[in-house]
């Protein structure tokens, strides 16, 4: 199975200031199948990012994803309030799905 | 608007068995897969398997076969989780997400949390 791994475990930062969360695969993801979600305490997880680039829909343009083979990121240019939470990316291109351990960004 | 509706949270004893639902609305439920994920107490996020809701056929990742088994009633738009001989350790919150074409997970429940306790 692959194993991704993320980094930093934690991101203390302010509003306003750009946040950069990697995440690194054991093994080349397949079509470059990586999605990053977003989790608030106790709230489901969000899609934000799927294909390692495309923004899901209603997810504002501040949040980007980029990267191929093993090496991904996701960038929050500008960091809001609401963006204070945990993150989580996953990889669909290889059964099983594995997910990250998670980087929480928080203020 | 797309969603899905999972059941309620349970207390269970050691032993026994939890069926949870997902109940799907605002869209065709045979075009999109449903997938299932666990997070237990403070833990991150582990995909147990989805099931193809136009074949019936469930797929179990590793550590998920056996005790648990996924369904579907295509009549009332609903994907099932079963879990048999509950243990403490099955204690966790279980979410159900929407498999889009390509296989990511777009549309995701609220969760149902399961507590096996004595």
């Known amino acids: 199975e692959i194993v991704l791994t993320q980094s930093p475990g934690t991101l203390s930062l302010s509003p306003g200031e750009r946040a950069t969360l990697s995440c690194r695969a054991s093994q080349n993801i397949n079509k470059n199948y990586l999605a990053w979600f977003q989790q608030k305490p106790g709230q489901a997880p969000r899609l934000l990012i799927h294909g390692a680039s495309r923004g899901a829909t209603g997810i504002p343009d501040r949040f980007s994803g980029s990267g191929s083979g093993t090496d991904f990121s996701l960038t929050i240019s500008r960091l809001e309030p609401e963006d204070f939470a945990v993150y989580y990316c996953?990889?669909?291109?290889?059964?099983?799905?594995?997910f990250g351990q998670g980087t929480k960004v928080e203020i | 608007q797309v969603q899905l509706v999972q059941s309620g949270s349970e207390l269970k004893k050691p032993g026994a068995s939890v069926k949870v639902s997902c109940t799907a609305s605002?869209?065709?439920?045979?075009?999109?897969?449903i997938n299932w994920v666990r997070q237990a107490p403070g833990q991150g996020l582990e995909w147990m398997g989805y099931?193809?809701?136009?074949?019936?056929?469930?797929t179990y990742a590793q550590g998920f076969t056996g005790r648990f088994v996924l369904s579907l009633d295509t009549s009332v738009s609903t994907a099932y989780l079963q879990i048999s001989s509950l243990k403490a350790e099955d204690s966790a919150v279980y979410y159900c997400?929407?498999?889009?074409?390509?296989?990511?997970?777009?549309?995701w429940g609220k969760g149902t949390t399961v507590t096996v306790s004595s």
């Open positions: 605002g869209y065709s439920f045979t075009r999109y897969a």
């Open positions: 099931i193809d809701t136009n074949t019936e056929k469930p």
């Open positions: 996953q990889q669909y291109g290889d059964s099983p799905e594995t």
């Open positions: 997400a929407r498999g889009a074409a390509e296989g990511y997970m777009d549309v």
